[in-house]
Each structure stands twice: as structure tokens, then as C-alpha cells.
């Protein structure tokens, strides 16, 4: 595709609910990251992958937070069991190759309000 | 604890006011130092990489500068269209694929 892009845009969940939310990267792009964007903050990392291999998941908040990405293409972060301080911006971002020149091509995110 | 702090948390300046931005950082072994612009409701879009104290970027009406402790982002003869938040992100370290983002600074350019 043209860019990231992520779905869905807003979800609103209801406190100890599930939720999943997708990421369909650019066409090709090795790397996938996932992070946390908190309002008036800057994105915090969550979790890395390098085709399908999640090398790096050091920024999941809890055990609740899992990701995936199985065929190395689409990933889905879902959360089990949200709480209100759950409530955030989930970017997704992607990189052509494993070797990082900085250059992230990020998604708008999927803004998850837990009430 | 690798740190990035970025000033003003919020500037206003009107059209044709030049001016900086600034990131500072506490970092063991920088690998390199990225500027990014995040608009209301998207996601933040890629301006510029520096890796050396020294080194200078240029984009249209901005210019990134890199220092062994900070960066600045200048802004010269800023138009509306320039409003945005800027955010700057550190990779450092053995742990490449992690950048650490400031909290950016929200600028604000008037007519």
C-alpha cells in the first residue's frame, strides 16, 4: 500500500474488555514497531519485529499487551483485560530494512479510550 | 537512565519569526539523533537524521544541528503551514531498534 495504515482509527472499550488492534505495514518493509503514545506525550516503544521474529518486546507494559505478526506482514497488538490506563494512541511504524537510519514510516494510530 | 528533553514545551510565533527548538539528551553511546513532525491526529512523519556532533541538515525553512549534548531544530522565516508538533527521538546503545521520543515541542505559527 501507500503507507501504514492501521485499524480501527477509534475504539472505545469498556474496562476489562479486549481489544485488537491491526497494522498493515508498507509493501516490503522489514521492520514493524508498535508504540504507546500517551496525550501531550512522545511515543514510548512497545515492541519490535523483524519479519515475523519479534526480536524485541522490552516496552509491553504487562502480560496483558501481546503482539504478532505470523507471515511477517500484518501485525495485530491486542490487549486482554484493558484498564483506564490503557487508554492511549497505539502507532504503528515501519522500516524498509533491519539496519535503522532512523526513517520510521508511521501509521495515524488507533486511539483506544477504555471507560 | 537514557534521558530526552525537549524546550519549549510550546512556542507561538508569528509568520517570518525566526527561531529554535532544542533537544537534549542523556544518552550512553548515541547512535544517532532524529527529528520527526506530528500533525493533530497522524502519526509523526520523518525529517531528518544526524549521527556526529557537527553535523547539519537542511529542509526548506529548517535546519537540525547536532552537538555532543543537544540539538536544535532552527526554524527560518516559519510560515502556518509549519505549525505542527516536533518531536526528536535518540537510538543509543546496543538496543538499535529502540528510540527513546521527547515530548515534543508545539509550535504554532500565526498569520
Known amino acids: 500500500g501507500a503507507g501504514v495504515s492501521q485499524s480501527p482509527r477509534y475504539k472505545v472499550a469498556k474496562r476489562g474488555q479486549d481489544v485488537a488492534l491491526r497494522c498493515d505495514p508498507i509493501s516490503g518493509h522489514v521492520s514493524l514497531f508498535w508504540y504507546q503514545q500517551a496525550l501531550g506525550q512522545g511515543p514510548e516503544f512497545l515492541t519490535y519485529f523483524q519479519n515475523e521474529a519479534q526480536l524485541d518486546k522490552s516496552g509491553l507494559p504487562s502480560d496483558r499487551f501481546f503482539a504478532e505478526r505470523p507471515e511477517g506482514s500484518v501485525s495485530t497488538l491486542k490487549i486482554q483485560r484493558t484498564q483506564q490506563e490503557d487508554s492511549a494512541v497505539y502507532l504503528c511504524?515501519?522500516?524498509?530494512?533491519?539496519?535503522?537510519?532512523?526513517?520510521?514510516?508511521f501509521g495515524e494510530g488507533s486511539r483506544l479510550t477504555v471507560l | 537512565e537514557d534521558q530526552v528533553t525537549q524546550s519549549p514545551e510550546a512556542l507561538r510565533l508569528q509568520e517570518g519569526e525566526s527561531s529554535s527548538l532544542n533537544c537534549s539528551y542523556t544518552v550512553s553511546g548515541l547512535r544517532g539523533l532524529f527529528w520527526y513532525r506530528q500533525d493533530p491526529g497522524k502519526g509523526p512523519e520523518f525529517l531528518f537524521t544526524l549521527y556526529s556532533a557537527g553535523e547539519e541538515k537542511e529542509k526548506e525553512r529548517l535546519k537540525a544541528t547536532l552537538t555532543k549534548k543537544e540539538s536544535f531544530l532552527h526554524i527560518t522565516a516559519p510560515k502556518p503551514e509549519d505549525s505542527a508538533t516536533y518531536l526528536c527521538?535518540?537510538?543509543?546503545?546496543?538496543?538499535?531498534?529502540?528510540?527513546?521520543f521527547g515530548s515534543g515541542t508545539k509550535l504554532n505559527v500565526k498569520p
Open positions: 511504524a515501519s522500516s524498509l530494512s533491519g539496519t535503522f537510519t532512523g526513517e520510521l514510516f
Open positions: 527521538a535518540v537510538q543509543a546503545g546496543y538496543n538499535f531498534n529502540k528510540f527513546y
